[in-house]
């Protein structure tokens, strides 16, 4: 005899045969909720509410170096840490540095410059993001093989060669 589930009404309803109904819905409400716990947990891991940077401006000094501009709303008497970079024509990484901004006081806004040294010109920077913590959780450097990093002036830091 083949499955029953694939037999008409009639035949299903001779011989017993009920549908399951009640264990699939289970099944698919609680992988659900834990999908959705998961994602919300790695949401607020990942997302540090606290800080938020805004990228204000960037000029190209040189072929060597990059002006960024960038505005920080934190706690009052925090330290933070940016991830900065700077990208050339062809979106490879030709500058990076997580910068430390270590300015007391009681104002939640500030304004800051950093000076990005890059390895070749640059046509681009931005701030990849701040936080309390010097583990960002921001793309991380991605210089392309053979390239010497450019070393940073603090307060900003290079990233090691991989």
């Known amino acids: 005899?083949?499955?029953?589930?694939?037999?008409?009404?009639?035949?299903?309803?001779?011989?017993?045969?009920?549908?399951?109904?009640?264990?699939?819905?289970?099944?698919?409400?609680?992988?659900?909720?834990?999908?959705?716990?998961?994602a919300t947990f790695?949401?607020?891991?990942?997302?540090?509410?606290?800080?938020?940077?805004?990228?204000?401006?960037?000029?190209?000094?040189?072929?060597?170096?990059?002006?960024?501009?960038?505005?920080?709303?934190?706690?009052?008497?925090?330290?933070?840490?940016?991830?900065?970079r700077a990208q050339n024509d062809q979106r490879i990484d030709v500058g990076y540095a997580t910068v430390t901004v270590d300015k007391p006081g009681s104002r939640t806004k500030v304004n800051f410059s950093y000076a990005l040294h890059t390895e070749s010109k640059a046509v681009l920077a931005e701030v990849l993001g701040c936080g309390l913590t010097p583990h960002l959780h921001v793309p991380a450097a991605n210089f392309p093989p053979g390239v010497q990093i450019p070393q940073q002036n603090p307060p900003g830091v290079a990233p090691s060669a991989p």
């Open 42 to 84: 790695f949401f607020l891991k990942s997302k540090n509410t606290n800080v938020d940077a805004q990228l204000s401006s960037y000029v190209v000094n040189s072929d060597t170096s990059v002006l960024v501009n960038w505005e920080i709303a934190r706690p009052a008497n925090t330290t933070v840490y940016c991830a900065i």
């Open 1 to 38: 005899m083949n499955n029953l589930a694939e037999q008409p009404e009639h035949i299903q309803q001779r011989y017993g045969y009920k549908k399951p109904t009640l264990i699939p819905r289970i099944v698919s409400v609680v992988l659900i909720g834990i999908t959705v716990a998961g």
